[in-house]
C-alpha cells in the first residue's frame, strides 16, 4: 500500500487568486494522478503527473488552469489557478501501486477548496 | 449513460446485511474495486476483484461479479454503525491503467 499525505487539508479562498496543494508519498512511485470530487458527483481525473515530463491532462482541463510540478518520485503539486467559485471541490492525489497481481491506485486525503 | 452505476443511497439497520450494488457498461473490465470513503477522508481501497472470479470474500465482506449482466455487488455482513460512508465502485479495462469510477452509494447505518 501507499501513505499519502496532502497540504493544506482545507482552505476558504478568495476569487481570483490562486491556491497549490501538496502531495507526498512514503515511497517512490512512478505516476501520480490529481483527481477532482465534487459533491454527489464521482471522481474526475484532471491529469496524471509523470517525473521528468509534463502533465497529461485529460479532455476539460488544461495546464494553464491547473499547473502540476512532480520533482522527484513522492512529490507533486497542483495549483488551482485564477479560482471561481465552480472550482469548490475536494481535490485528491492519488499513486499507484502493485497490490497482489494487479495495479491499484492508493489515495490522499483529499483537500476541501471553497472558493468564494 | 455513465459507465459505471450506483444507486445513490442505502440505509440499512445496525446489525443488519447491507448490499451495494454497481453495474457496468465495458464487457474488457478486467479488474473491479471497491472504495471506502468516510467524511473528511480520501478514498480507502476496501478489496478488488478480477473479471474472472465470481466471488471473493474478506471477513464481513462479500464481493460478487455476475460478469454475464455486467453486476458488480458489495455484501457488508453485521454491518456496524462505523461501516456508514460513501462506498465506491471502480472498474478498470484492459488497456487503461485509470479506472472509472462510479458517483458513490452513501451507506447510512442506524441504530
Known amino acids: 500500500s501507499a501513505v499519502i499525505s496532502q497540504k493544506p487539508s482545507r482552505d476558504i479562498c478568495q476569487r481570483g487568486t490562486s491556491l497549490t496543494i501538496q502531495c507526498q508519498v512514503d515511497s517512490q512511485v512512478t505516476m501520480m494522478f490529481w483527481y477532482r470530487q465534487q459533491p454527489g458527483q464521482s471522481l474526475t481525473l484532471i491529469a496524471t503527473?509523470?517525473?521528468?515530463?509534463?502533465?497529461?491532462?485529460e479532455s476539460g482541463f488544461v495546464i494553464d488552469k491547473f499547473p502540476i510540478s512532480r520533482p522527484n518520485l513522492t512529490f507533486s503539486t497542483l495549483t488551482v489557478s485564477n479560482m471561481s467559485p465552480e472550482d469548490s471541490s475536494i481535490y485528491l492525489c492519488?499513486?499507484?501501486?502493485?497490490?497482489?497481481?494487479?495495479?491499484?491506485?492508493?489515495f490522499g486525503p483529499g483537500t476541501r477548496l471553497t472558493v468564494l | 449513460g455513465e459507465d459505471v452505476e450506483q444507486s445513490l443511497f442505502l440505509s440499512v439497520r445496525e446489525g443488519d446485511s447491507s448490499v451495494i450494488n454497481c453495474t457496468y457498461t465495458?464487457?474488457?473490465?478486467?479488474?473491479l474495486y471497491w472504495y471506502k470513503q468516510e467524511p473528511g477522508a480520501g478514498l480507502q481501497l476496501l478489496t478488488y476483484?478480477?473479471?474472472?472470479?465470481d466471488m471473493k470474500q474478506d471477513q464481513r465482506l462479500t464481493v460478487l461479479l455476475n460478469k454475464k449482466d455486467k453486476h458488480l455487488s458489495l455484501r457488508i455482513a453485521d454491518t456496524q454503525t462505523g461501516d456508514s460512508a460513501i462506498y465506491f465502485c471502480?472498474?478498470?479495462?484492459?488497456?487503461?491503467?485509470?479506472?472509472?469510477f462510479g458517483r458513490g452509494t452513501s451507506l447510512i447505518v442506524h441504530p
Open positions: 476483484i478480477f473479471s474472472n472470479m
Open positions: 471502480a472498474e478498470k479495462v484492459g488497456g487503461s491503467y485509470i479506472p472509472t
Open positions: 492519488s499513486v499507484e501501486k502493485s497490490q497482489g497481481n494487479t495495479d491499484t491506485q492508493y
Open positions: 503527473a509523470n517525473q521528468g515530463s509534463e502533465a497529461t491532462y
Open positions: 465495458d464487457s474488457s473490465s478486467t479488474y
